[in-house]
């Protein structure tokens, strides 16, 4: 065993190159060889570098029977391991050749290596007896002819090739004919006549040797007994029945029926049919013959792809003595039917894929393979539902699963792709494999807010911390990549307080997480009233993406000022005029001069006031508080003028002391007061008076005592010279109130004090209020019968900080004294117009005061008008 073993175990590499478009390498290994043996250098043969094999995998994908060799991790080589029986792995197959594939990682690749494991001569024939026992009539002619049952060797070619020889004697010889591949025939052949009565029993050795280096053999021996008598053996009408057979034929189908004669007569004549051997040996139970029709029957099922061929003996042998015997074949033919449905494997799977993988991207790897030949073992794929997904065929039988179009998680996350596989048989075999494709999330969705402009109320003097509004953006990606952040944008927004820019990060800010906006301070109405930011939501992918809202916070005025008292205008006399006496700012003490006989609805005085509140916090009204009941003074409720209620009488007495209440309309209402001395004088004093003061409109001081006035009207009477200058400072006096009288009662057209267009602001038919966008703006008009102000107020959007912003903010609008004709029906002057609940109040002491409705829709101011 040993010399011719030796060489079998050389490894014999065929091709270790790439097939030509295929991509595949080929080796050659003999059978039986040791494990360990290396077939080839696997790794260098598909071109990779040193280290590269075990750094990308390089490993073989089992198609499920045993190959038998593996690829070494280290060195990249293909080596046997375990061991290799061509016989087990093929059969008679030839070549015996074994498809691999060979995968890579890093990236996917498949490679396609055919593995031919080579034939040794490792079996020697085998007979299907140890003996064989044979009975001749003495009578048979020389040339007789027997058929022999030849031995099988499990090897293929050359190691299969089988000779004859026969033990030497006189009387037998061999004959041995092939005709083709699958019809051998071996005959013993009688070369002398027998003779019972000299040799009763002949026997031989029957040797079968095979074509291997060395050979191996094996042997029979034929016992032959010699018969007397009969000498006349059945004979067949064909000597060979050729019959073809589909695989679907069922159990008890007729095969053929053979037919013999016997020219003996009596019981030498009846024979009986019988089946001595098949080819293949092992299909015994296949079928079976009735002894007297010669009917062939089957008694198993056919298998295309396990023997395609059958080879059936049939001996006719008479009943004389000794029995003779003829023989002949029946050759059958199996059909192939479609009976073997295509099958599918999932040979290496990629998943997750990413949303964004390439079109092309393989996402696994699948065999199809089909037991069937012709058309019933081709098969077409195909894959459902037909998008996003593909198939290409990269080898046969073998297919990738490839992307054809883009994906998208957040629309389809996980695929279930069905591979369908069809044979060409009639009617078609199908079957089908599911592949489950999960698809992983990338960032290619930006956070999205609900609105893309937020409109929020805050009342002022909210408490630091509190809670103001809820923001929320929707990202439709997952985990982190869904996760969103929220930030107030740098840059994004503020607003001017006390001259000075501030950024809304240092009024608001946002959770990071919930998205709630929180007020940093406490917001104050007369600083800012109107703050435009923006907020940026950002996911937590990457790189991260983001979006933004625009957050409009108008902050919503609380009745947190209380009036405050103004200087006469033009510096006159008046209330908190400069070097006047007052007791703070919740109070004044204040006085004027009046005329005996001054007749009822004459204007004594004005109070001015002012609330820095807006809105309904701003509306003023004065009241008077003391005297009570019919004094001879009274108040205008909306305008604080002072005016004689009827004729003054010198039982008024010489001085009237006023308590006037200037109250707000917020809730609580906030008021102050102001205390106004009259002082009750001759017509030509109250002249004199009006004469000594600086400033238009009735005569107002501060009080100085009774006592001041007494002395100064006992000097005027004894003083002629002082009574002269009294005359000539009246006659300036009248000529000063001419004049004041024709500047103040000619028609004039209205002046806006601020540079640009400006917008009045006017109730509509539904009592609502609209705004303009521009600076507020103070209307001057013209004084007439009904006395009121208009203010025109607009949203103070801040403007970007900057230079600029400071060059182009305006200052803050004055407060005139402005008295016009209404446009529209005038109400009394002590009775306002009527309201409705959203229409805007009056503003009161002569335009001071700024009017805004509860909650300004868009963060517009309200327009009041008061009188002067």
């Given at each position: ?301 056919l298998d295309f792809e396990d023997v395609h061929l059958h080879e059936i003996q049939i001996e006719a042998r008479d009943k004389g003595w000794p029995p003779l015997s003829g023989h002949c074949s029946v050759e059958l033919e199996v059909l ?277 509140d807006s809105g309904y916090n701003a509306w003023l009204r004065y009241e008077l508080w003391e005297p009570r009941g019919k004094g001879p003074f009274r108040v205008g409720l909306y305008s604080g003028e002072v005016s004689t209620a009827r ?222």
């Amino acid at each position: 065993m040993g010399v011719w073993w030796a060489p079998a175990v050389r490894v014999l590499v065929l091709q270790a190159a790439w097939a030509l478009g295929g991509g595949q390498v080929r080796y050659s290994v003999p059978e039986e060889a040791k494990a360990g043996t290396v077939v080839g250098r696997l790794a260098q043969d598909l071109g990779l570098e040193a280290g590269e094999a075990e750094a990308r995998r390089l490993r073989l994908v089992a198609q499920g029977r045993r190959a038998s060799v593996e690829v070494s991790g280290a060195s990249g080589a293909l080596v046997v391991s375990s061991r290799l029986d061509r016989e087990e792995l093929c059969g008679k197959s030839a070549p015996c050749a074994l498809r691999l594939e060979v995968l890579v990682e890093r990236p996917l690749r498949v490679f396609h290596v055919e593995l031919e494991v080579t034939d040794i001569n490792d079996n020697a024939p085998l007979f299907p007896a140890a003996r064989k026992n044979l009975s001749l009539s003495e009578n048979s002619p020389a040339g007789s002819r027997f058929p022999l049952e030849g031995a099988s060797d499990a090897d293929i070619g050359a190691n299969a090739q089988l000779s004859y020889a026969l033990s030497p004697n006189e009387h037998f010889t061999l004959d041995f004919k092939s005709s083709d591949e699958n019809r051998k025939s071996l005959f013993l052949v009688l070369a002398k006549p027998l003779d019972r009565e000299s040799v009763a029993v002949h026997r031989l050795v029957l040797t079968a040797s095979d074509g291997g280096r060395p050979p191996l053999t094996g042997t029979v021996e034929l016992v032959i007994s010699v018969l007397d008598a009969n000498d006349n053996a059945p004979q067949f009408n064909q000597s060979v029945y050729k019959v073809q057979l589909p695989e679907s034929a069922t159990e008890g189908t007729l095969v053929a029926r053979v037919n013999a004669t016997d020219p003996d007569e009596g019981i030498n004549k009846d024979f009986s049919y019988s089946i001595v051997s098949l080819d293949p040996a092992g299909n015994r139970d296949l079928f079976t013959i009735d002894p007297k029709t010669g009917e062939i029957r089957l008694t198993g099922a056919l298998d295309f792809e396990d023997v395609h061929l059958h080879e059936i003996q049939i001996e006719a042998r008479d009943k004389g003595w000794p029995p003779l015997s003829g023989h002949c074949s029946v050759e059958l033919e199996v059909l192939d039917v479609n009976d073997n449905a295509p099958e599918v494997w999932v040979t290496s799977l990629s998943v997750p894929v990413p949303e964004d993988a390439a079109v092309g991207t393989v996402v696994a790897l699948l065999s199809v393979s089909d037991r069937d030949s012709g058309a019933n073992g081709r098969v077409r794929c195909a894959v459902w539902p037909a998008s996003p997904f593909g198939l290409v065929a990269t080898f046969a039988g073998s297919y990738s699963l490839v992307l054809r179009e883009a994906l998208d998680r957040e629309r389809v996350a996980e695929y279930e792709v069905e591979v369908r596989a069809e044979d060409g048989g009639a009617p078609p075999l199908r079957a089908s494999r599911g592949v489950r494709v999960p698809v992983s999330d990338v960032n290619d969705n930006a956070p999205a807010f609900a609105q893309a402009v937020y409109t929020v109320l805050a009342r002022e003097n909210n408490a630091a911390g509190a809670e103001l509004a809820r923001l929320w953006a929707r990202d439709p990606d997952e985990a982190g990549n869904g996760r969103v952040s929220y930030s107030v944008a740098e840059g994004g927004g503020g607003a001017v307080s006390g001259g000075v820019w501030r950024s809304a990060s240092s009024y608001v800010s946002v959770d990071a997480e919930s998205g709630r906006l929180w007020a940093l301070q406490p917001l104050d109405y007369e600083e800012l009233q109107v703050l435009q930011f923006e907020v940026r939501a950002v996911d937590a992918g990457e790189p991260p993406l983001c979006g933004n809202a625009t957050v409009q916070l108008f902050v919503v005025d609380e009745n947190d000022n209380a009036p405050a008292l103004l200087p006469p205008a033009g510096g006159g006399p008046g209330p908190g005029a400069a070097g006047e006496a007052a007791s703070g700012p919740g109070s004044g003490a204040l006085w004027a001069w009046a005329a005996w006989g001054a007749p009822a609805g004459q204007v004594v005085a004005k109070i001015r006031a002012v609330d820095a509140d807006s809105g309904y916090n701003a509306w003023l009204r004065y009241e008077l508080w003391e005297p009570r009941g019919k004094g001879p003074f009274r108040v205008g409720l909306y305008s604080g003028e002072v005016s004689t209620a009827r004729a003054l009488e010198e039982a008024d007495g010489p001085r009237q002391r006023l308590v006037i209440v200037v109250r707000d309309h917020g809730e609580p209402a906030r008021s102050v007061t102001a205390t106004l001395s009259v002082s009750l004088v001759e017509g030509a004093e109250a002249a004199l008076a009006a004469a000594g003061s600086s400033g238009p409109g009735p005569g107002l001081r501060a009080a100085a005592g009774a006592e001041g006035d007494a002395a100064a009207a006992a000097a005027a009477s004894t003083n002629v010279w002082l009574v002269v200058a009294i005359c000539a400072v009246s006659s300036l006096f009248l000529l000063a109130v001419v004049l004041y009288g024709a500047s103040r009662w000619a028609p004039r057209a209205a002046v806006l004090s601020g540079p640009g267009p400006a917008t009045l602001v006017c109730a509509s038919e539904v009592g609502s209020w609209s705004y303009s966008q521009r600076q507020s703006r103070s209307l001057c008009v013209t004084d007439g019968a009904g006395k009121s102000d208009l203010m025109v107020f607009s949203p103070n959007f801040p403007p970007p900080p900057g230079p600029a912003a400071k060059e182009t903010q305006p200052e803050p609008p004055a407060l005139l004294d402005t008295v016009s004709a209404p446009p529209f029906p005038a109400p009394s002057r002590d009775t306002p117009a009527p309201l409705s609940p959203l229409s805007p109040a009056p503003l009161a002491g002569g335009g001071g005061g700024r009017a805004q409705p509860p909650v300004p829709e868009g963060g517009g101011r309200w327009a009041g008008a008061g009188g002067s």
